[in-house]
């Protein structure tokens, strides 16, 4: 069982700011939807690139302010993602989780507080705080990936 996602890089100077060059495997980045956790011999990567290759996805973004989610045996330390118009991340991942279940994927993309926008820093002990700056930056997304396992597409929007 891998975990198939919906994420868009940072650009790599802001990734070399962060102290994770990989989480999970994959780059620096910013999940868009966390779909689940499937077999790779099933076709979820195939539908979810084909109900999402007709997205459009332009953003301006910034790197917020430190902050926590809690986590199974502590704490995850993050740097929230804020986007320069409305709730630009918020609306896209609605828009990419009504795509997923149009193509008869259920995403499992269910957070006690919604969905929040992040870059994670690092796992931390229970109570444990993130010493140092958080990095800061501003990009545009022009883009987003979707990985389950070894199965990997890009899909661009310029």
Request: net charge negative.
């Amino acid at each position: 069982m891998k975990s198939l996602v919906v994420y868009t890089c940072l650009p790599d100077t802001l990734a070399a700011l962060f102290p994770l060059p990989k989480t999970g495997g994959l780059p620096t980045h910013v999940t868009l939807c966390w779909v689940g956790r499937f077999a790779q011999d099933g076709d979820h990567f195939d539908r979810a690139c084909a109900a999402l290759s007709g997205l459009a996805l332009s953003e301006v973004v910034t790197l917020g302010c430190l902050n926590y989610f809690a986590a199974d045996k502590g704490r995850i330390a993050h740097v929230t993602v804020d986007t320069v118009r409305g709730d630009g991340l918020v609306a896209v991942n609605a828009v990419v989780v009504d795509l997923l279940r149009r193509a008869g994927l259920e995403p499992d993309d269910t957070f006690k507080e919604g969905f929040n926008p992040h870059v994670t820093l690092g796992w931390l002990r229970p109570r444990a705080v993130w010493t140092g700056d958080p990095p800061e930056g501003q990009w545009t997304i022009e883009g987003f990936e979707v990985r389950h396992g070894f199965k990997h597409a890009r899909f661009h929007s310029v």
